[in-house]
T-cell receptor
Framework: DADVTQTPRNRITKTGKRIMLECSQT?????MYWYRQDPGLGLRLIYY???????NKGEISDGYSVSRQAQAKFSLSLESAIPNQTALYFC????????????FGPGTRLTVL | QQQVKQSPQSLIVQKGGISIINCAYE??????FPWYQQFPGKGPALLIA?????SEKKEGRFTISFNKSAKQFSLHIMDSQPGDSATYFC?????????????FGTGTSLTVIP
């Protein structure tokens, strides 16, 4: 099921580099989210967008920025990567309305050396 | 500060046994409590969810028990199977103008021994 895709799936980069993680969805959902997953810390919200013109900070937005290029595309950027941004990053989508399911992409494993 | 506290961090259960994972929250604005299941190399996927107006929800071998006064909820997996071995996350959602925001627990790694 490739309804939510993330590219790249794996990335190794160096401290100080700018990197962009991309998310695309074919589900037609208007809400999109970026999370990072760290062992022992679970999933933490970085940014979320309820429609193309709406961008909101989550719990841990420092050091990250996002762009919602279209309803189907939501990109996460690390302007100057640092080692503690090494993590597994997930994009999720959700249809508008209450009590709906979030659909997650397969994740991007990012390593910052 | 962790909005949703989850325990245990890891759990080993014999095949056929009952797996129990617990979560607690403080914010009474939460109004939707999903559980997600994650297999290695995959994104989390919704397993079962409950709203606070009911005390229990059952879907097959999976049951959520919800205690609104104690602000606690738990996942029970009956007749646990090796294929249930995965990481489980509880979550809580609250509504904002225009949408919902989700807060996740720290996850429980479940291993079911054949």
């Amino acid at each position: 099921d490739a309804d939510v895709t993330q590219t790249p799936r794996n990335r190794i980069t160096k401290t100080g580099k700018r990197i962009m993680l991309e998310c695309s969805q074919t589900k037609g959902h208007d809400r999109m989210y970026w999370y990072r997953q760290d062992p022992g810390l679970g999933l933490r919200l970085i940014y979320y967008s309820f429609d193309v013109k709406d961008i909101n900070k989550g719990e841990i937005s420092d050091g990250y920025s996002v762009s919602r290029q279209a309803q189907a595309k939501f990109s996460l950027s690390l302007e100057s990567a640092i080692p503690n941004q090494t993590a597994l990053y997930f994009c999720a989508t959700m249809r508008s309305g209450t009590y709906n399911e979030q659909f997650f992409g397969p994740g991007t494993r990012l390593t910052v050396l | 500060q962790q909005q949703v506290k989850q325990s245990p961090q890891s759990l080993i259960v014999q095949k056929g046994g009952i797996s129990i994972i617990n979560c607690a929250y403080e914010n009474t604005a939460f109004d939707y409590f999903p559980w997600y299941q994650q297999f290695p190399g995959k994104g989390p996927a919704l397993l079962i969810a409950i709203r606070p107006d009911v005390s229990e929800k059952k879907e097959g071998r999976f049951t959520i028990s919800f205690n609104k006064s104690a602000k606690q909820f738990s996942l029970h997996i009956m007749d646990s199977q090796p294929g249930d071995s995965a990481t489980y996350f509880c979550a809580a959602s609250m509504r904002f103008p225009g949408g919902n925001q989700f807060y996740f627990g720290t996850g429980t790694s479940l291993t079911v021994i054949p």
